[in-house]
C-alpha cells in the first residue's frame, strides 16, 4: 500500500512546498484549489484524509487561513482523531475545531448556553426506557429501536411530530405504529426529554440551528468565530446536517468538500446523495476536482468493485495506482453452516507472523448474520473485536461522569493515572485516559462530569485490543483494512429484501462497492446456494460467479477438541442466553448491552462456581445486580 510521504517539518513550520511533498497532480491540485467553495469527488482509497489534512495545513503555511478559524467536520470519531494526529505533526501554534457533526454541534450549544449562563442539558443515556415510558402498553409488543428509528428520521428531515406521519407516508418509509399513534408518542417523547431536561444526538444539530434562527448574533459569532470549514464524506449528509452546515456558512463560503456520490449509503438514516450536487456554489463559481487514483486497493480489487456497479449500470472512474496483486477469490457454499466454515478457514489462514488479526475483517449486510459470525470465529478460538467494554467500563465511566467540576475531574484521573496502582489493562486507567484528553480539549471554560459524559458519547475514539473486525457493511465505512471477506453476497441479503425501487437497489449496489473497497491486499468473497432455508444464489450484484463448491476439509484436532468441549458446556450457553432474553425483555434494554457475547463465552468456558468468579468475568457493577440470579442459572445448569 502507498504510504504518503509526511512534510519535512522545521523548527520554523512546514513551508507551503513542504506540505504538498509526496502528492500526486489531482491531489496537489485540490490542497491548492482557490479560496472559495472547492468540492472535491474523491473515489475509494484516493487519499482524501490526506487531502483534506494537507489543504488545512497548506492554507495555514501560506497565510490564507488562521487555524484557530478552521474547522473540519468529519462523520466517524475514527476520521477525526486520524485527523488530529497529521495536523499535530506539523506543530502550528494553534488547533482547529475537528469532529463529528454531532460533537462540533455540541461544542457550539454548550458555548452558546454558557455564554447566557444556562445550564447545559444532559444527553440520554437510554433512549429505550425513555421512550417506553411515553409507549405505554405498545413498548410491550415491541418496535421501541423501530420507533426510534422513525423518529430519528423525522429529525433528521426537520420534521415536527404533527407533519411527520404524513411526510413518511409520503417518502414510503414504513411506519412502526398507526400514523395517529406515531404523533402521539413522538409528540410525549418530545415533552418528556423537555421535562427532564435531556436531550438526544440530534438535538444538538437542532438547537444550533434553532438559536441561529432566533438570534443572527449567535450565527454571525460562528461564522466570524469558524471562518475556514471543511467537510468530509459530504456525499452523506442528510437535510438535517445540511440546514447545520448552512448555518456556518457567510454569503461568501470558505468550504472544502470531499465527497463521492458513488458510496453514498445513508438513506435509511435520511441523506440525500443529491444534496452533493446541490452543495454551496455548485454551479455558481465552485471549483471541482477529481480524485481517481486509488492508493488502498490493488487493480484487481478495483475492477472487481468497479464491474459491481456496473452490474447496476453505475459507474466509477477508479484507477488502482498498487501493483497487481492477488485475485479476487469466491467462494460458493451449499448452505450458511458451510459459509461459516469457509470464513473460519479463511480467518485462520490469512493470520500470519506479519499480518496481525486486526488487518482482517469479515464484513456482512445484516447485523444479525454479523453476531454469528464472531461466535463462530470466538468457538474456534479466534479473537473479535468487541466495542461493547463491559461492567468495569460502564462503572468507571459513571464515577467519572459524577464529578461536578474540572479540579474533581484532573484529580480523579491523577489518583488513577499517577500513582501506579492501575494498569494500562484497568477499565479506570482507560477512562482516566480519556478524561484528560477530554480536558485537553476543553480547556477554557466551564467543564464537568456530565458534559465528560455526552463528549464520551459524541467525541472519544476509543481503541480496541487485537481482534478479528466482524462488521456491518455500512460500519465499516471509512475504514480499510489487508484482508477482507466479504460474507453473503447472494439473493438472500445483496440487495436486502424485497428491493424494488430504483434507487433503494442502486444504492444497495454502491453498498457491496463500499463493502469490496476496505480490502487493500486480498479479497475473498462468499455466497450461498441456501440461506435459512431458502433457495438463494449470487447476488445480482456479483460480477461473475464461481460454480465449484468447495470440498470439506477434515478440520484440524484442535477444532475437534473445541467442537468435544462445546458439546459439553451447550446448556449452560443456552441456560445463560434464555435467562439474558428474559431480563432484557423485562427491563426493555438491548441483551448485548446487559451481557456481552464475550462475557457469555467466557461464563461458559470457566463454569464460574462464585459471585466473586462471575464479578471477575463481567465486572462488579453487573456482578452486584445479577451475580446471584446469575449463579443459580449456571449452578441449575450444570447440576451443582
Request: charged fraction near 25%; hydrophobic fraction near 40%; aromatic fraction near 8%.
Given at each position: ?12 513550520g ?11 497532480a ?14 472535491v ?16 495545513a497548506?492554507?495555514v503555511a501560506?497565510g490564507?487561513a488562521d487555524?484557530?478559524?478552521t474547522?473540519a467536520?468529519?462523520f466517524?470519531r475514527q476520521a ?5 494526529t ?5 506543530h ?9 457533526f454531532h460533537?462540533v454541534?455540541r461544542k457550539l450549544?454548550?458555548q452558546?448556553?454558557?455564554?447566557q449562563n444556562?445550564?447545559p442539558?444532559?444527553i440520554i443515556?437510554?433512549r ?5 415510558e411515553?409507549?405505554g ?5 415491541g418496535?421501541?429501536n423501530?420507533?426510534l428509528a422513525?423518529?430519528d428520521?423525522a429529525?433528521t428531515h426537520?420534521?415536527s411530530?404533527?407533519a411527520?406521519?404524513a411526510a ?12 395517529a399513534?406515531?404523533?402521539t408518542v ?10 427532564r431536561?435531556v ?10 440551528i434553532?438559536s441561529?434562527?432566533?438570534d443572527p448574533r449567535?450565527?454571525?459569532s ?8 471543511s467537510?468530509d464524506?459530504a456525499?452523506?449528509?442528510?437535510p ?5 452546515l448552512?448555518v456556518?456558512l ?11 456520490p458513488?458510496?453514498?449509503?445513508y438513506?435509511?438514516n ?6 452533493f ?11 471541482v476536482v ?9 487493480p ?9 456497479l456496473?452490474?447496476?449500470q453505475?459507474?466509477?472512474d477508479?484507477v ?5 496483486g ?5 467462494f460458493?457454499s451449499?448452505?450458511?453452516?458451510e459459509?461459516?466454515?469457509?470464513i ?7 493470520h500470519?507472523?506479519?499480518r496481525?488479526?486486526s ?23 479466534i479473537?473479535?473485536r468487541s466495542s461493547?467494554?463491559?461492567?468495569a467500563?460502564?462503572?468507571a465511566?459513571s464515577?467519572?461522569?459524577a ?5 474533581e ?10 500513582t ?5 489493562d ?12 477530554f480536558?485537553?480539549d476543553?480547556?477554557?471554560g ?10 464520551m458519547?459524541t467525541s472519544a ?5 487485537d481482534?478479528?473486525?466482524?462488521l ?6 471509512g475504514r ?5 471477506v466479504v ?9 436486502l429484501g424485497?428491493?424494488r425501487?430504483?434507487e ?8 457491496a ?6 480490502a ?7 455466497w ?12 445480482p450484484f456479483?460480477?461473475?460467479v464461481?460454480t465449484?463448491?468447495?470440498?470439506p476439509?477434515?478440520?484440524p484436532e484442535e477444532?475437534?477438541r473445541?467442537a468435544?468441549?462445546?458439546t459439553?458446556?451447550?446448556p ?10 428474559r ?14 457475547f464475550?462475557?457469555i ?7 464460574p462456581?462464585s459471585?466473586e468468579?462471575i464479578?471477575?468475568?463481567t465486572?462488579?457493577f453487573f456482578a ?10 449456571i449452578n ?5
Amino acid at each position: 500500500m502507498v504510504t504518503f510521504i509526511d512534510p519535512d517539518i522545521r523548527d520554523e513550520g512546514p513551508t507551503p512546498d513542504s506540505v504538498l511533498a509526496g502528492l500526486d497532480a489531482e491531489q496537489r491540485t485540490a490542497v491548492t484549489a482557490p479560496v472559495g467553495v472547492v468540492v472535491v469527488r474523491a473515489g475509494a482509497g484516493s487519499g482524501k484524509t490526506t487531502v483534506l489534512t494537507r489543504r488545512i495545513a497548506w492554507r495555514v503555511a501560506s497565510g490564507t487561513a488562521d487555524i484557530e478559524r478552521t474547522m473540519a467536520i468529519t462523520f466517524t470519531r475514527q476520521a477525526a482523531t486520524e485527523m488530529r494526529t497529521r495536523l499535530a505533526r506539523y506543530h502550528f501554534d494553534g488547533r482547529p475545531l475537528i469532529g463529528t457533526f454531532h460533537a462540533v454541534a455540541r461544542k457550539l450549544m454548550l458555548q452558546n448556553l454558557e455564554d447566557q449562563n444556562r445550564r447545559p442539558p444532559v444527553i440520554i443515556n437510554n433512549r429505550s426506557s425513555l421512550l417506553s415510558e411515553c409507549m405505554g402498553d405498545d413498548a410491550k409488543r415491541g418496535g421501541v429501536n423501530d420507533v426510534l428509528a422513525a423518529i430519528d428520521w423525522a429529525h433528521t428531515h426537520l420534521l415536527s411530530p404533527a407533519a411527520a406521519s404524513a411526510a413518511m407516508k409520503e417518502a414510503g418509509v414504513k411506519m412502526p405504529l398507526e400514523p395517529a399513534r406515531f404523533t402521539t408518542v413522538f409528540t410525549e417523547y418530545e415533552k418528556l426529554k423537555r421535562k427532564r431536561g435531556v436531550i438526544d444526538l440530534n438535538d444538538f444539530l437542532i438547537a444550533v440551528i434553532e438559536s441561529a434562527q432566533r438570534d443572527p448574533r449567535f450565527a454571525e459569532s460562528i461564522r466570524f468565530q469558524y471562518r475556514h470549514i471543511s467537510v468530509d464524506e459530504a456525499q452523506d449528509m442528510n437535510p438535517l446536517q445540511y440546514e447545520f452546515l448552512k448555518v456556518l456558512l457567510p454569503a461568501n463560503p470558505d468550504v472544502f468538500l470531499v465527497g463521492d456520490p458513488n458510496q453514498a449509503i445513508y438513506a435509511f438514516n435520511g441523506a440525500d446523495r443529491e444534496l452533493f450536487h446541490y452543495l454551496p456554489g455548485i454551479g455558481n463559481g465552485a471549483h471541482v476536482v477529481s480524485l481517481p487514483a486509488n492508493y488502498r486497493c490493488t487493480p484487481e480489487i478495483v475492477q472487481f468493485a468497479v464491474d459491481t456497479l456496473a452490474k447496476d449500470q453505475q459507474k466509477a472512474d477508479a484507477v488502482s495506482k498498487r501493483p497487481s496483486g492477488s485475485v479476487v477469490t469466491l467462494f460458493r457454499s451449499d448452505t450458511e453452516d458451510e459459509e461459516l466454515r469457509i470464513i473460519r478457514k479463511q480467518v485462520q489462514n490469512a493470520h500470519a507472523p506479519d499480518r496481525r488479526w486486526s488487518d482482517i475483517a469479515v464484513l456482512v449486510r445484516i447485523n444479525a448474520y454479523a453476531d454469528t459470525i464472531r461466535l463462530n470465529l470466538a468457538d474456534a478460538g479466534i479473537p473479535v473485536r468487541s466495542s461493547r467494554m463491559g461492567g468495569a467500563w460502564a462503572r468507571a465511566v459513571s464515577d467519572a461522569s459524577a464529578l461536578t467540576g474540572r479540579e474533581e475531574l484532573a484529580t480523579w484521573s491523577a489518583d488513577i493515572l499517577d500513582t501506579g496502582e492501575y494498569s494500562p489493562d484497568d477499565a479506570d486507567y482507560k477512562v482516566g485516559l480519556l478524561v484528560r484528553q477530554f480536558l485537553d480539549d476543553n480547556r477554557s471554560g466551564t467543564v464537568n462530569g456530565r458534559m465528560f459524559g455526552s463528549w464520551m458519547v459524541t467525541s472519544a475514539d476509543i481503541a480496541e485490543a487485537d481482534g478479528v473486525e466482524v462488521l456491518s457493511f455500512h460500519a465499516a465505512k471509512g475504514r480499510e483494512w489487508p484482508f477482507v471477506v466479504v460474507a453473503g453476497m447472494d439473493k438472500q441479503l445483496m440487495p436486502l429484501g424485497n428491493t424494488r425501487k430504483a434507487e433503494a437497489r442502486s444504492e444497495e449496489a454502491r453498498l457491496a462497492y463500499v463493502a469490496l473497497t476496505r480490502a487493500g491486499d486480498e479479497l475473498v468473497v462468499t455466497w450461498t446456494d441456501n440461506r435459512r432455508g431458502r433457495s438463494s444464489g449470487p447476488s445480482p450484484f456479483l460480477p461473475r460467479v464461481t460454480t465449484h463448491i468447495p470440498a470439506p476439509d477434515a478440520p484440524p484436532e484442535e477444532l475437534r477438541r473445541i467442537a468435544r468441549a462445546r458439546t459439553e458446556y451447550e446448556p449452560v450457553e443456552s441456560a445463560i442466553r434464555l435467562w439474558r432474553a428474559r431480563i432484557a425483555r423485562n427491563k426493555r434494554v438491548d441483551p448485548d448491552g446487559l451481557l456481552t457475547f464475550h462475557h457469555i463465552r467466557q461464563l461458559v468456558r470457566e463454569v464460574p462456581d462464585s459471585e466473586e468468579a462471575i464479578a471477575e468475568i463481567t465486572g462488579v457493577f453487573f456482578a452486584r445486580r445479577y451475580g446471584k440470579e446469575l449463579l443459580a442459572v449456571i449452578n441449575s445448569a450444570v447440576g451443582r
